[in-house]
């Protein structure tokens, strides 16, 4: 007994039960002749290849009903074995036509109401596939149809050339993205045909406007699916082209939409109420002052496309300033969000979960993050400006922007939802997005996208699995890249460890601006990654720190500095739960870490200083008392001097720490540490750690310094007993002015015991202060303090180190009035302090002549001064933003100070003093100077003075020139407290020129 034809016909996949016999009936041999009913088996070997061709496709049975009507077909048209034997003969168009007729049941009745067009699929004499670029050919078209009329041709050549790209793309001849390029393609040649069939049609006598066609949307991307709507925008390139360019605009449209899709406008500025044309020049009015941050995002796609292509190439252009800035505008980020918040509100609720594109998880949410990204980082790097959302992926992958393996991620999710996409249109050339519920449907989709069924599971089981794995990792990784990092970390945060919803977050979240976000996500992983507590606090404190990286010129080196601090301390108990839980302790972190690069270096030397952030009283600069104690006792535990010079370096760094994060956070706003509260009441106020403070600050620190060290050193070069040694402080030590990097300029004087020779003693003497500068000068995990003694008489060619006398006698006979100018800041540090006081008095009618300075010495000192602006401003620099010796700088106003002493300080005791503020209040109070100019001075030194600070708290190292643009400038100004880097430059330039001007009146006064 046989079995039932159906049966066996349901092993090349037909469908059984009434369909089996509508099979049986279509291949029997009252139809197609490839089937025996009596031995159920194909009449011969070419049927049974066909029937495998056949159980191949998407769905066999609509394959099969499709060839017996285009078999059905060519015979009534006299030629009805024609596609059979071609099949037979040709493998390649057996393999294609059956893959387009399984596929789609469009394109199959266009074949049947075409007959004979099934021959583009033939494989080409050389053996090749048929091309499937997306070109038109015309000429075929005209040979295969009996229409005639230039739109009735152009439609049947797009449909041979959409045929040619369907059929490549089902039998795996072309990847996703040769198809999406090739559909782009034919639409642009589309476009041009269309194009070029309206100019034709303009009344005679009328001259040929000017006008381009650039695609948008996913047409301007080389991304166009199946069935789209063909996104564009006209240009035409002034007023008198436009009555013309909109004929040849609005007929193009009529065209296109008859040969192929709707052409969509819609994108131009004003939308569907604006003009359908416009000129170049009203395109950049428009977009300079109206266009939304929406607008902009989709230019990102805009491409010449037909039509006058160079024009289209100056449109783009003209606008690509335009587009590479909308990211700075304030609410840009937030629009590109709320856009795409809205796009999913408007989905029916019946859809969501089923819409690829609109829906979570679907396409939109790449293209979202894709472009968001490309807006907000595109404008440093033009790697990244293309309209493509696969090629600019890439290119955010490559450049370090989204982490690789978040970028396959997203790439795998982009292929997997454009196939599916690609199919459900294919089916019946309609535009939808959405995935089929009815089972026959969802079967067919499964298998034209090459699912088959697995032990346990079937082909729709298969599909549904690996479609809700794409959907959830793209929209986990679309959540990640548009509000990523906070918004993940805040996720993970139990609701008791940190009080703020995801939503919040999001209306908290700003443009991060890291350079490198893979390297930045990098950090956040190993600090946040893992189930310890550590990971769990940290996870809760990074939404709170990134905020302050993300305010920073600098982000990535805030996050990095955060990073090698944690590794440090990240098991120390303390460490977090002193950040978690204490105040503001976390924000100064990040505010200190993000600003200056010198904070962030001592930190990571001395990490345990972090603690200093928790109270407000330990920012307050220490007082000198204080810190000579605090120094000299750790110094004295220590027996050796090498070890007791480390332990007084360590201290030395704390204080380091502790000024430069009160300097940093001072102007910090609510992070800003506080004064006690008065002890009858009243409020707290922000401690004030100005310029003046900061100077005397680091020079307390540099006293105890060297008072420790001194007595180190002492200990090991004991020297001759009753030998009084005594260290003078000059330059911007000896005036309370030391900045970040200062070196201590010293002078070394000592006394001989009596009885004791003059060479034995200075010999001790000597020994005592080369192992000063050796025990200072050993290698440490601290900035270095160089102690530099060229201010001493004869300079390097001069001793080391000389005896007050030795020291009286010189200033009485050879000093130089430069010298005299020097010592006019020299005070007492450190070491036997009725010696330091001797040595004041000395050299009290050296640097405070009781006559005051002769002609000949102004003359002299206006020439060193001239001297010094020429020689040792470095090459290259600008004198306009030189904070030390530019116009208006440090050096102007110290030495019109310094001359008003030199010429009155000898008559005027208020004058005698070191510091240059001070003694400029006191000229002016004296009459000597005119109250606008001691402000003018007093101006250009303060800002001056806080310039360079900020330069050394913002490099890290030493540098006098303020930078007219970038990071550097932005971080000294915002370290200052101020917010537009253009404004503060003008500032400090007008303020320079002002100080100048004043130190030149001050110089040019007769003596």
């Known amino acids: 007994m046989t079995r039932p034809t159906r049966g066996r016909l349901a092993r090349y996949g037909f469908a059984e039960g009434d369909g089996g016999a509508r099979a049986a009936d279509l291949l029997g041999p009252d139809g197609l002749g490839l089937w025996r009913p009596d031995t159920q088996e194909p009449v011969d070997d070419q049927a049974g290849e066909l029937l495998t061709a056949l159980s191949r496709a998407a769905d066999p049975d609509l394959a099969l009903r499709q060839l017996h009507r285009l078999v059905e077909a060519e015979r009534r048209h006299g030629d009805e074995i024609a596609v059979r ?51 038109l050919d015309l000429s075929a078209a005209a040979k295969l149809t009996s229409l005639t009329g230039a739109v009735p041709l152009l439609r049947q050549a797009y449909r041979l050339a959409l045929l040619r790209i369907a059929a490549a793309d089902l039998t795996g001849g072309r990847g996703l993205e040769q198809t999406m390029a090739a559909l782009s393609g034919l639409a642009d040649a589309t476009l041009a045909a269309a194009y070029d069939l309206a100019v034709d049609e303009l009344p005679a006598g009328t001259p040929r406007p000017r006008l381009a066609v650039v695609a948008m949307g996913k047409c301007g991307g080389d991304e166009l699916n199946y069935v789209s709507d063909v996104d564009v925008i006209f240009v035409a390139a002034g007023d008198d082209d436009l009555t013309a360019a909109t004929q040849v605009a609005t007929r193009l449209i009529g065209v296109c939409g008859l040969v192929a899709w709707p052409v969509d406008a819609a994108l131009r500025p004003e939308g569907n109420r604006g003009p359908l044309v416009r000129t170049l020049a009203s395109h950049l009015a428009y977009y300079r002052r109206w266009a939304r941050t929406w607008e902009f995002q989709a230019l990102l796609k805009a491409r010449p496309a037909a039509g006058d292509l160079d024009l289209a190439r100056e449109w783009i252009a003209a606008l690509a300033p335009l587009v590479w800035t909308a990211a700075e505008r304030p609410e840009a980020v937030s629009d590109v969000r709320s856009m ?52 600019a992926l890439r290119a955010l992958v490559a450049g370090g922007y989204v982490g690789r393996a978040d970028g396959e991620a997203l790439l795998r999710g982009y292929r997997f939802l454009r196939a599916v996409e690609h199919r459900l249109q294919l089916q019946g050339l309609r535009r939808t997005h959405t995935v089929p519920t009815e089972p026959a449907a969802l079967r067919w989709l499964a298998a034209a996208l090459g699912f088959t069924a697995t032990p346990g599971r079937s082909a729709v089981e298969e599909f549904r699995a690996e479609w809700v794995t794409h959907a959830s990792e793209v929209r986990r990784l679309h959540a990640k890249l548009l509000y990523r990092p906070l918004l993940e970390s805040v996720a993970r945060v139990p609701a008791e460890g940190l009080r703020l919803t995801p939503e919040a977050a999001r209306h908290r979240l700003e443009v991060l601006g890291f350079a490198d976000p893979a390297g930045a996500l990098r950090h956040l992983q190993a600090l946040t990654g893992g189930v310890s507590r550590t990971a769990a606090i940290q996870r809760t404190l990074l939404p709170v720190l990134l905020d302050e990286f993300a305010d920073a010129p600098e982000p990535d080196r805030g996050l990095l500095n955060y990073r090698q601090v944690s590794d440090k301390l990240g098991s120390t108990p303390w460490y977090l739960r002193l950040l978690r839980d204490s105040g503001p302790v976390a924000r100064r972190l990040a505010r200190v870490l993000s600003s200056s690069r010198y904070a962030a270096d001592l930190l990571a030397r001395e990490p345990e200083a972090l603690r200093l952030l928790a109270e407000d009283t330990e920012l307050t600069p220490r007082p000198r008392e204080t810190l000579v104690e605090g120094f000299a006792a750790a110094a004295a535990r220590h027996d050796d001097p090498v070890e007791a010079t480390r332990a007084v370096r360590a201290l030395r760094r704390r204080e380091l720490v502790r000024i430069a994060a009160a300097d940093v956070l001072s102007r910090a706003g609510s992070l800003a540490p506080l004064t006690p509260r008065p002890a009858g009441g009243g409020e707290r106020r922000p401690t004030v750690v100005d310029v003046t403070a900061v100077g005397t600050a680091l020079s307390h620190v540099t006293d105890a310094t060297l008072a420790a060290a001194l007595r180190a050193a002492r200990a090991a070069q004991p020297g001759p007993p009753g030998l009084r040694f005594a260290v003078i402080g000059m330059g911007r030590l000896g005036g309370y002015e030391s900045n970040y990097l200062s070196d201590a300029d010293v002078l070394f ?98 640097r405070y002549p009781a006559d005051g300075l002769s002609r000949e010495q102004v003359v002299e000192i206006r020439r060193i001064k001239a001297r010094v602006e020429t020689e040792r401003l470095p090459r290259g620099a600008d004198p306009a933003t030189h904070t030390k010796l530019g116009r208006g700088g440090l050096a102007d106003v110290e030495w019109a100070v310094q001359l008003l002493q030199l010429r009155h300080a000898g008559r005027r005791p208020a004058l005698r003093g070191t510091r240059t503020l001070d003694v400029l209040a006191a000229a002016r109070d004296a009459g000597l100077l005119d109250g606008d100019d001691a402000a003018e001075l007093a101006a250009g030194w303060t800002l001056a003075a806080q310039v360079r600070d900020a330069l050394m708290l913002v490099r890290g190292r030493a540098g006098d020139q303020l930078p007219r643009h970038g990071v550097e400038l932005a971080g000294v100004v915002r370290l200052l407290g101020h917010e537009d880097p253009g404004e503060f430059l003008d500032g400090y330039l007008r303020t320079g020129r002002r100080a100048r001007a004043a130190t030149e009146r001050v110089l040019d006064a007769p003596a």
């Open 85 to 135: 034997d071609a099949l037979a003969a040709d493998p390649g168009l057996r393999r294609r036509l059956i893959a387009v007729l399984g596929a789609s049941s469009a394109l199959g009745d266009h074949l049947v109401a075409n007959p004979g067009q099934w021959a583009v699929l033939a494989t080409e004499p050389d053996g090749l596939a048929p091309t499937a670029d997306g070109r």
């Open 340 to 391: 795409r918040r809205r796009i999913l509100d408007n989905v029916p609720p019946k859809e969501l979960e089923r819409e690829i594109k609109r829906g979570p998880g679907g396409l939109r949410d790449i293209e979202f993050a894709v472009q968001l990204l490309q807006l907000v980082h595109g404008r440093g790097d033009e790697s990244l400006r293309v309209p493509g959302t696969v090629p």
């Open 749 to 846: 004087v000592y006394d001989p015991p009596p009885g004791v020779q003059e060479s034995a003693a200075s010999a001790a003497a000597h020994a005592i202060a080369e192992e000063l500068r050796r025990l200072l000068s050993a290698p440490a995990p601290d900035p270095p303090l160089g102690v530099d003694a060229d201010l001493r008489p004869e300079g390097r060619q001069g001793p080391l180190v000389r005896s007050l006398a030795a020291y009286a006698q010189y200033y009485a006979r050879w000093s130089r009035v430069w010298e005299a100018q020097a010592l006019l800041r020299a005070r007492f540090v450190c070491g036997d302090a009725d010696l330091g006081a001797e040595f004041e008095a000395m050299i009290e009618p050296v």
